[in-house]
């Protein structure tokens, strides 16, 4: 941690839109003071975009349109001028064909609005998945000063006594269902338990791993992300940082300061810490390009999570809910422990000004079945897995603190599916030549054959098998899953199939070998054979979706990287600045 604060007081961007009294600058105030402000308002204080997420299409952001005010309160504290502004809010739980797809797009969004307007630091509010990542990828692009405020977890669902995890209690139920276990009437009823208050998934769903992830890469307030959305306490973390950003123009901290390589190691290494989700590999990868100077690659992954252990016992990895995690500590207790067992880069800069292990070494854990002991993890070995061989030469992943131990190394038949389309038309026949020895395979569900590589990754067993009382086998495909989901499910598959990567020829019966230990995931057929299979392939009789011709959705498919590398943008990655554009009159 080596940051000296810049001098203060000096002229910041905002006074190229607000300084002086050339036309320029009176159209700008005049405009702006059509909203009943004072002239001292645009005198060269810091002003402060708070770059919104909110949306009611967007129901774990919801709650944004009240947190974005108690941001405003801490900004005119510190004597800021704090502008809301809106940006495209990809919403997990609502946006087809998946929200993924439209990562990206938010992305823009948020890197423009910064860079074309008025201002000269911002707040980012996100909640939802690919929110959170999308506001720290465009944000990274600017370099201006940022911080993060998350929406918050909802509240515990109950159904009958039981706790209930958001997404990881859907796929339970629905197994269920499908296993004559569990009434339809009854999946119906629970519905009402699931989503009981504002706020974003309450297991350590991808909404909760980035909020994680944000806060042990600095760039939020230590303590941020496990504050349940309806806790008044999350209202102060939004109050405080809109204090905290105003100095944070002052002393011209940015984010180029705080997301280094060191402060991504420890980001990965916290994320095998609480069991995160699989898709914070493709967000600090994309987040990491979108940097002048972090190469950040599949193996970063490997080297630093594979010997942290797994010590957050919440779902879907363990038993609790993000509420459990907050009383007892949060995430500064997960980071203190790191750091107490040497997992840690403690001089790593914050967006506090001060260092990681400065903000969390005097915290206290208050529930240590929650928060476990290193010597009681729930996984020794946790992290995310990065497999490879002939059937992932680009690498593949899985999370082996949400997988069965007992399929950790296996060799079974491959039973293909070629599209998702194809998986749902047959997956509940009870003719399907399918046992729980054989290996599930889905197809063109990756970032250009979905498009947008949707979660549908962690495949439903078929019913024929779960009635044996069987919940898990292995299953392997270029798609996502979603973070609040479980199962030995091997990911993101590279090359994905619709780029003609292996796994566009596998076929029915192949015998696919997975090593999780060894890293190793093989299909079992000679290298001459192999390749011969991949000189027969062709986009056209592959199964994949065919090229959009017209719209965002051709864009996506001609530009959109392999998930190996974060699934952004070819145009994207890098670092474009902060400079003011020419005056548009």
């Not at 800021?80 to 797009?105: D, H, I």
């Not at 109050?239 to 901290?253: A, E, F, S, W």
């Not at 003609?500 to 020829?505: F, K, R, Y």
Request: proline content about 5%; hydrophobic content about 40%.
């Amino acid at each position: 941690m080596a940051f000296k604060p810049a001098k203060w007081p000096r002229k910041l961007r905002s006074q190229e839109w607000f300084g002086g009294s050339s036309k320029d600058a009176i159209y700008h105030r005049s405009w702006m003071k059509n909203q009943g402000l004072p002239a001292d308002l645009l005198d060269g204080r810091p002003v402060i975009g708070i770059c919104n997420t909110w949306s009611e299409l967007t129901p774990c952001n919801a709650h944004l349109r009240d947190l974005a005010e108690r941001v405003k309160f801490g900004v005119y504290e510190a004597g800021g001028f704090p502008v809301e502004f809106p940006v495209f809010s990809p919403a997990e739980s609502s946006l087809r064909p998946t929200a993924m797809m439209f990562r990206n797009l938010c992305a823009m969004d948020v890197e423009e609005a910064i860079r074309g307007k008025s201002m000269d630091g911002v707040v980012l509010l996100a909640g939802c998945d690919k929110t959170t990542p999308a506001l720290l990828m465009g944000a990274a692009s600017v370099d201006l000063p940022a911080i993060v405020v998350s929406g918050g977890p909802m509240l515990n669902g109950h159904f009958r006594g039981e706790r209930v995890g958001s997404g990881t209690h859907l796929w339970k139920f629905s197994e269920a269902v499908r296993a004559g276990e569990m009434t339809a009437e009854e999946f119906v009823e629970a519905e009402a338990s699931m989503s009981r208050s504002p706020g974003s998934c309450n297991t350590m769903g991808t909404a909760s791993t980035m909020a994680s992830m944000a806060e042990a890469l600095g760039m939020a307030l230590s303590g941020n992300a496990a504050i349940p959305a309806v806790d008044s306490r999350r209202r102060v973390m939004a109050h405080i940082t809109g204090r905290r950003i105003v100095q944070m123009v002052k002393d011209d901290l940015k984010p180029s300061d705080v997301m280094t390589k060191e402060a991504f190691e420890n980001a990965i290494r916290t994320n095998a810490a609480i069991g995160g989700s699989t898709n914070a590999v493709i967000h600090l990868l994309a987040m990491a390009g979108r940097t002048e100077n972090v190469k950040l690659t599949l193996d970063d992954w490997d080297r630093l999570g594979r010997d942290v252990p797994t010590i957050l016992n919440l779902m879907p990895s363990g038993k609790y809910l993000m509420e459990e995690f907050f009383y007892a500590g949060g995430l500064p207790v997960v980071i203190k422990r790191l750091g107490e067992a040497g997992l840690l880069h403690k001089d790593a800069l914050t967006v506090s000004g001060g260092s990681i292990w400065d903000e969390v070494k005097d915290v206290q854990n208050w529930n240590e079945d929650v928060i476990l002991p290193i010597e009681k993890a729930l996984t020794k070995s946790g992290g995310i897995a990065v497999l490879r061989g002939n059937l992932a030469p680009g690498g593949a992943v899985l999370k082996p603190s949400a997988a069965t131990p007992e399929l950790m190394k296996h060799r079974g038949r491959a039973v293909v599916f070629e599209d998702i389309d194809d998986y749902k038309a047959r997956i509940n026949d009870d003719d399907l030549d399918i046992d729980e020895t054989c290996v599930m395979v889905l197809k063109n569900c990756g970032p250009r054959g979905y498009p947008g590589m949707a979660e549908v990754g962690n495949m439903g067993l078929p019913p024929k098998i779960l009635k044996k009382g069987i919940t898990d086998m292995v299953r392997i495909s270029d798609a996502r899953m979603s973070g609040t989901a479980f199962g030995t499910v091997v990911l993101h598959t590279s090359p994905e199939a619709a780029r003609g990567g292996p796994l566009a020829v596998v076929r029915n019966g192949d015998m696919i070998e997975l090593d999780v230990e060894a890293r190793k995931l093989h299909l079992d057929i000679s290298d001459e054979e192999l390749a011969a299979r991949l000189a027969e392939w062709t986009a056209e009789k592959s199964g994949a979706n065919p090229r959009p011709e017209s719209g965002y959705a051709m864009l996506y498919h001609d530009r959109v990287m392999g998930a190996d590398t974060g699934a952004d943008f070819d145009f994207l990655v890098g670092h474009r600045g902060n400079a003011v554009g020419k005056e548009a009159h």
